[in-house]
């Protein structure tokens, strides 16, 4: 712990003020964040880090498994973060950011290791679908690769509950909002994203275009049917 606060004292007398101009200009003008990241709670998954952001470039909520429970009228951290960061920061992009060697992927793949921790078991409840489709759809994989393919689709799993949440169903009607799907590998320094087109994850470069889980488009249901009558 001495450690962390020595680091609080180096932030406090170089970071903070070789970078004094932003943190004011943030202090009187507020947030306008370029993107929502739900991220993993895991301490080697450090989201600012992973897209090199300046203080203000991100919203960023950290749970167990990166997980977005479906939308109900309990209150939740996550589901308030949502909200606010759609109808009230006019967040565009969403993120949603699984990673290698996730020990909530492990703890679904192992039975038993729960026991003893009811609020995680419930907790990842949440992640019941991806990881019946890890059984059923991947029944030859075992092991690390198991954990690997319950991650990636747990993603896809998020995104869907994220899906569910009226202010995020709005503004993807009104086509305002993109989502995104990404996972990092932790050992290889490499981040795969969801392309909506395809369904499947693809490394991010440089030298071609952002995968895309789910494209910024107007997507009004009842517009087909004004069309066709």
């Keep these: 712990m001495n450690e962390l606060i020595g680091r609080v004292f180096s932030f406090q007398e170089h970071v903070f003020t070789s970078n004094s101009a932003l943190y004011g200009k943030l202090a009187r003008d507020g947030q306008s964040p370029k993107a ?13 880090y992973i897209v090199q952001a300046a203080p203000g470039d991100l919203f960023v909520c950290r749970n167990a498994g990166n997980i977005v429970p479906p939308f109900s009228q309990a209150n939740g951290g996550v589901s308030s973060t949502v909200e606010y960061a759609v109808m009230v920061l006019g967040v565009r992009d969403i993120i949603v950011c699984g990673h290698s060697d996730c020990g909530a992927m492990k703890a679904l793949c192992s039975p038993g290791s729960l026991d003893g921790m009811p609020n995680v078991a ?6 019941h679908a991806a990881q019946k489709v890890a059984e059923d759809a991947y029944p030859d994989v075992s092991g690390t690769d198991r954990v690997r393919v319950l991650a990636l689709e747990n993603v896809v799993g998020q995104l869907a509950h994220l899906r569910t949440h009226p202010s995020v169903a709005s503004a993807i009607a ?29 490394p991010l470069a440089a030298d071609r275009p952002l995968p895309v889980a789910l494209q910024a488009a107007s997507r009004r249901a009842a517009d087909v049917l004004e069309a066709a009558e």
Aim: glycine share 8%; proline share 2%; aromatic share 8%.
């Design 174 to 202: 009104r086509g305002e909002m993109a989502l995104h799907g990404w996972y990092v590998d932790i050992h290889a320094g490499e981040v795969l994203a969801l392309d909506g087109e395809t369904e499947r994850f693809l």
């Design 122 to 127: 419930a907790w990842l409840r949440h992640s």
């Design 36 to 48: 929502l990241m739900i991220s993993c709670a895991d301490s080697r998954v450090v989201p600012e």
